[in-house]
């Protein structure tokens, strides 16, 4: 009982990284129909550049306060990781609209081979520990056999901010001209663009949006694991599509959903089966899902037109 | 670092293409804009480097670098607007030749080329070790060349390979190292746990390895392209996982070693009676396994491009390039879309479980390591590069994008350049991952876009790659 506690939160804490990532895929796939390959190494990315402004916010401007920290990592993390989204999508996705089906995903696939190469041969190829941010836990109650159910305080920032963010962006998306805007895109992008809404800045936006909530994954990421290296995009960019997937690729709660599932299903089954073959859990999953169920839980099926 | 100065240039460039003249103040500003973003991108990931000392992280800061590469864009967009309003201009001028615009007259370039260029080719390749030989004036001064001969054969082995799944059939695999590793891991474990000769091993493993290309395809083939490709790389990382984590079969991480080695024909190439140099009366070296594994690739490599030529004839060849273009029109024609996707899925994995099985005798040692999604990228680099289906392209792309970071780490003057210690190998995967964007960008075609049609009625006419478009099945 208290071990299925413990898991719990660790896996509701995982799944909030996994679901502000899959918010990623699944807003820029609803718009365009492309599978942002290189969405995880954004992410990773991200955590790189919240480590190296921890560092410098840390040990140069000497800011003792880590909650002050973490809030300015976080802004500025969010800034320039939306910078580098945008910069992906005007270089290598807009060019290709309008080119055949397959090209933008090897496009995609080029961003990710260059994304994490390009950190690598910038910041050298060793794991970054950080120093410990937030180590206090809360004990929420003793088990008989003295295993105790413990919630850090990294679980409630992580969960926190993840909720906040959410519900800015779900007022975002549902309430404003911009996530009219999108919607309308979503819906028929040359329809919308008649209508007077400007398409590539809406899709730009999209990609902005997904690359700032990547870039609050990247930064809890760090504050939960405290080490991040170059190739830590891959797996959970994986993981986060196969929740976005999960969820039903173009549905943006459902991209919440799936993450929470994926992030519960990791923790359960590493605690519960064997931790090495956790990944194969997750991609099992993924092809699972894509070959059974492949509008997902909340998703649309899928009508092919001629 | 360059590519944002490049491909920004799509909007300014149009305009100053309706004014017809280089605007310079307007050149200078976007530059300027273009080099501001490119600092922004570089905080604080290129500015600041992160070192280790003890448990702790510190900061080196590299301003002087961003300062650098800033400039470099700065100067290339400009380059680039000059270029653009040049050609502009160049192209507002009536052309002498517009009228006369022949597709059929002349054989085209590609063809050209490909008259001469293909015999060249393959001259070469059958001679390069006694070139080598010749030009490096004994056989142990040859070994390094012969095995860059090697590694550039297997990719491009690897590479025809994933052109029939990618190239022609118009599926995007992004597991095809899958295969490669079951084919390496056959023969490892059917030479070690059974002794089975590698001649035994190499059919086995290329059905063993058809065979996981069927059961992995049948069920994910109703998926359409991007699907297709997210789930053939969750099966190659599967693949990889399991070969890690099931230790009791394939040793875990540590891998399979002491997997014997080749023979010719039956005969060792070892020193002593029996073998191969005193069969022959030779004197025994070391080489000569080289040069009989660099004619083995060669000849495994010729096989599989000599049978994708023969099957595009075939009317299997002909349902995959048409299943490329539009899988609607196919399935509406009666082609078994399901039947043509899993020969096309089963007959590139059994190529990449010769390939597989090539690799393990030639290092005599498998680790799942070598079978990351990383190696996948780079056939598929090579693919993309080479213009998904063209046969010739593909093996030119492999001798640039394998051989060319080896000749680069040759050159000294690189290091003199950049200082010492710089190795070009660790900006080879950049480098690719720049160029899969930039030929998607520019020529998503590939580098030979021509395209030599399958079959021909009475004439051969020259088809450019801009008049086929691909589908969206």
Same mark, same amino acid.
């Given at each position: 009982?208290?071990?299925?506690?413990?898991?719990?939160?660790?896996?509701?804490?995982?799944?909030?990284?996994?679901?502000?990532?899959?918010?990623?895929?699944?807003?820029?796939?609803?718009?365009?129909?492309?599978?942002?390959?290189?969405?995880?190494?954004?992410?990773?990315?991200?955590?790189?550049?919240?480590?190296?402004?921890?560092?410098?916010?840390?040990?140069?401007?000497?800011?003792?306060?880590?909650?002050?920290?973490?809030?300015?990592?976080?802004?500025?993390?969010?800034?320039?990781?939306?910078?580098?989204?945008?910069?992906?999508?005007?270089?290598?996705?807009?060019?290709?609209?309008?080119?055949?089906?397959?090209?933008?995903?090897?496009?995609?696939?080029?961003?990710?081979?260059?994304?994490?190469?390009?950190?690598?041969?910038?910041?050298?190829?060793?794991?970054?520990?950080?120093?410990?941010?937030?180590?206090?836990?809360?004990?929420?109650?003793?088990?008989?056999?003295?295993?105790?159910?413990?919630?850090?305080?990294?679980?409630?920032?992580?969960?926190?901010?993840?909720?906040?963010?959410?519900?800015?962006?779900?007022?975002?998306?549902?309430?404003?001209?911009?996530?009219?805007?999108?919607?309308?895109?979503?819906?028929?992008?040359?329809?919308?663009?008649?209508?007077?809404?400007?398409?590539?800045?809406?899709?730009?936006?999209?990609?902005?949006?997904?690359?700032?909530?990547?870039?609050?994954?990247?930064?809890?990421?760090?504050?939960?694991?405290?080490?991040?290296?170059?190739?830590?995009?891959?797996?959970?960019?994986?993981?986060?599509?196969?929740?976005?997937?999960?969820?039903?690729?173009?549905?943006?709660?459902?991209?919440?959903?799936?993450?929470?599932?994926?992030?519960?299903?990791?923790?359960?089954?590493?605690?519960?089966?064997?931790?090495?073959?956790?990944?194969?859990?997750?991609?099992?999953?993924?092809?699972?899902?894509?070959?059974?169920?492949?509008?997902?839980?909340?998703?649309?099926?899928?009508?092919?037109?001629? | 670092?360059?590519?944002?100065?490049?491909?920004?240039?799509?909007?300014?460039?149009?305009?100053?293409?309706?004014?017809?003249?280089?605007?310079?103040?307007?050149?200078?500003?976007?530059?300027?804009?273009?080099?501001?973003?490119?600092?922004?991108?570089?905080?604080?990931?290129?500015?600041?480097?992160?070192?280790?000392?003890?448990?702790?992280?510190?900061?080196?800061?590299?301003?002087?670098?961003?300062?650098?590469?800033?400039?470099?864009?700065?100067?290339?967009?400009?380059?680039?607007?000059?270029?653009?309003?040049?050609?502009?201009?160049?192209?507002?001028?009536?052309?002498?030749?517009?009228?006369?615009?022949?597709?059929?007259?002349?054989?085209?370039?590609?063809?050209?080329?490909?008259?001469?260029?293909?015999?060249?080719?393959?001259?070469?390749?059958?001679?390069?070790?006694?070139?080598?030989?010749?030009?490096?004036?004994?056989?142990?001064?040859?070994?390094?060349?012969?095995?860059?001969?090697?590694?550039?054969?297997?990719?491009?082995?690897?590479?025809?390979?994933?052109?029939?799944?990618?190239?022609?059939?118009?599926?995007?695999?992004?597991?095809?190292?899958?295969?490669?590793?079951?084919?390496?891991?056959?023969?490892?474990?059917?030479?070690?746990?059974?002794?089975?000769?590698?001649?035994?091993?190499?059919?086995?493993?290329?059905?063993?390895?058809? =065979?996981?290309?069927?059961?992995? +395809?049948?069920?994910?083939?109703? *998926? @359409?392209? %991007?699907?297709? /490709?997210?789930?053939? #790389?969750?099966?190659?990382?599967?693949?990889?996982?399991?070969?890690?984590?099931?230790?009791?079969?394939?040793?875990?991480?540590?891998?399979?070693?002491?997997?014997?080695?080749?023979?010719?024909?039956?005969?060792?190439?070892?020193?002593?009676?029996?073998?191969?140099?005193?069969?022959?009366?030779?004197?025994?070296?070391?080489?000569?396994?080289?040069?009989?594994?660099?004619?083995?690739?060669?000849?495994?490599?010729?096989?599989?491009?000599?049978?994708?030529?023969? =099957?595009?004839?075939?009317?299997? +060849?002909?349902?995959?390039?048409? *299943? @490329?273009? %539009?899988?609607? /029109?196919?399935?509406? #024609?009666?082609?078994?879309?399901?039947?043509?996707?899993?020969?096309?899925?089963?007959?590139?994995?059994?190529?990449?479980?010769?390939?597989?099985?090539?690799?393990?005798?030639?290092?005599?040692?498998?680790?799942?390591?070598?079978?990351?999604?990383?190696?996948?990228?780079?056939?598929?680099?090579?693919?993309?590069?080479?213009?998904?289906?063209?046969?010739?392209?593909?093996?030119?792309?492999?001798?640039?994008?394998?051989?060319?970071?080896?000749?680069?780490?040759? =050159?000294?003057?690189?290091?003199?350049?950049?200082?010492?210690?710089?190795?070009?190998?660790?900006?080879?995967?950049?480098?690719?991952?720049?160029?899969?964007?930039?030929?998607?960008?520019?020529?998503?075609?590939?580098?030979?876009?021509?395209?030599?049609?399958?079959?021909?009625?009475?004439?051969?006419?020259?088809?450019?790659?801009?008049?086929?478009?691909?589908?969206?099945?």
């Amino acid at each position: 009982m208290e071990i299925f506690v413990q898991q719990l939160i660790n896996g509701l804490t995982l799944g909030s990284i996994y679901g502000l990532i899959a918010i990623g895929y699944t807003m820029v796939f609803g718009i365009i129909g492309m599978v942002n390959f290189a969405h995880g190494d954004v992410f990773m990315l991200s955590a790189f550049i919240a480590l190296i402004f921890f560092l410098i916010l840390t040990t140069w401007l000497g800011i003792s306060s880590i909650v002050l920290a973490l809030f300015i990592v976080l802004i500025i993390a969010m800034i320039l990781t939306s910078l580098w989204g945008w910069a992906i999508e005007r270089i290598a996705y807009r060019p290709l609209r309008g080119s055949f089906r397959l090209a933008p995903l090897i496009s995609a696939i080029g961003v990710s081979i260059f994304l994490s190469n390009f950190v690598q041969v910038a910041q050298g190829a060793r794991n970054k520990p950080t120093p410990p941010m937030v180590g206090d836990v809360i004990v929420l109650f003793q088990g008989a056999s003295g295993y105790n159910v413990a919630l850090s305080y990294k679980q409630i920032i992580i969960m926190v901010v993840t909720a906040v963010l959410l519900t800015v962006f779900w007022y975002l998306v549902q309430k404003t001209s911009l996530g009219r805007a999108q919607r309308a895109c979503e819906q028929d992008r040359k329809m919308a663009a008649l209508l007077g809404i400007n398409v590539d800045r809406t899709i730009s936006l999209t990609f902005v949006i997904g690359a700032a909530l990547a870039a609050v994954a990247g930064t809890m990421y760090l504050l939960y694991y405290g080490v991040v290296s170059f190739n830590d995009g891959f797996v959970p960019g994986v993981k986060a599509f196969t929740a976005a997937v999960l969820g039903g690729i173009g549905s943006l709660p459902g991209a919440v959903i799936g993450g929470l599932i994926i992030g519960l299903i990791e923790t359960f089954w590493s605690a519960y089966f064997s931790i090495e073959y956790k990944d194969v859990a997750a991609f099992s999953i993924l092809a699972i899902v894509l070959i059974f169920m492949p509008s997902g839980i909340l998703g649309r099926p899928e009508v092919e037109k001629v | 670092m360059n590519a944002p100065a490049i491909t920004t240039a799509a909007n300014t460039g149009k305009t100053s293409a309706a004014e017809g003249h280089f605007d310079l103040a307007a050149a200078l500003k976007d530059a300027a804009k273009t080099a501001l973003i490119t600092l922004g991108l570089s905080i604080p990931i290129l500015s600041y480097k992160t070192n280790q000392s003890g448990a702790d992280l510190f900061l080196n800061p590299r301003w002087g670098l961003v300062a650098i590469i800033c400039a470099i864009v700065f100067g290339l967009r400009l380059v680039l607007h000059a270029f653009t309003a040049t050609r502009a201009y160049r192209k507002s001028l009536p052309s002498p030749h517009q009228a006369t615009e022949a597709v059929h007259a002349e054989p085209s370039a590609y063809q050209k080329a490909s008259r001469f260029g293909i015999p060249f080719f393959l001259g070469i390749a059958l001679t390069f070790p006694i070139l080598i030989y010749l030009i490096q004036g004994g056989l142990n001064e040859s070994r390094y060349w012969v095995d860059l001969g090697i590694l550039i054969l297997t990719y491009v082995m690897l590479g025809w390979g994933l052109n029939i799944v990618v190239g022609l059939a118009g599926l995007l695999d992004l597991g095809y190292v899958a295969f490669y590793a079951v084919g390496a891991y056959s023969y490892a474990l059917l030479s070690t746990t059974f002794g089975l000769s590698f001649w035994i091993c190499l059919p086995l493993a290329g059905i063993l390895a058809a =065979l996981w290309g069927m059961i992995l +395809g049948f069920p994910v083939l109703r *998926l @359409r392209g %991007d699907y297709l /490709a997210i789930v053939t #790389l969750a099966f190659g990382e599967i693949v990889r996982l399991v070969l890690i984590n099931w230790t009791d079969l394939t040793n875990g991480g540590a891998g399979i070693s002491s997997i014997p080695r080749a023979t010719f024909f039956g005969l060792p190439f070892t020193a002593g009676e029996g073998g191969f140099a005193s069969t022959f009366g030779l004197e025994f070296n070391g080489m000569h396994r080289m040069i009989f594994l660099y004619y083995l690739i060669l000849a495994l490599a010729l096989l599989t491009n000599f049978v994708t030529m023969r =099957l595009r004839k075939l009317p299997v +060849g002909r349902a995959w390039e048409a *299943l @490329r273009e %539009d899988e609607i /029109a196919c399935r509406s #024609l009666g082609i078994n879309t399901t039947n043509t996707k899993l020969t096309a899925f089963a007959i590139g994995a059994m190529f990449g479980g010769f390939a597989g099985s090539f690799f393990a005798v030639r290092q005599g040692f498998v680790s799942p390591e070598s079978f990351n999604f990383l190696e996948s990228a780079i056939i598929l680099a090579i693919v993309v590069m080479g213009g998904m289906g063209s046969q010739i392209g593909v093996a030119i792309a492999a001798i640039v994008l394998v051989g060319g970071p080896e000749i680069l780490r040759n =050159l000294n003057f690189l290091q003199s350049v950049f200082g010492t210690g710089f190795d070009p190998n660790e900006y080879r995967l950049l480098l690719f991952g720049i160029g899969m964007v930039a030929m998607m960008v520019w020529r998503p075609r590939g580098l030979i876009s021509e395209r030599e049609p399958s079959v021909i009625l009475k004439e051969r006419k020259a088809i450019s790659g801009s008049l086929v478009k691909e589908g969206h099945g």
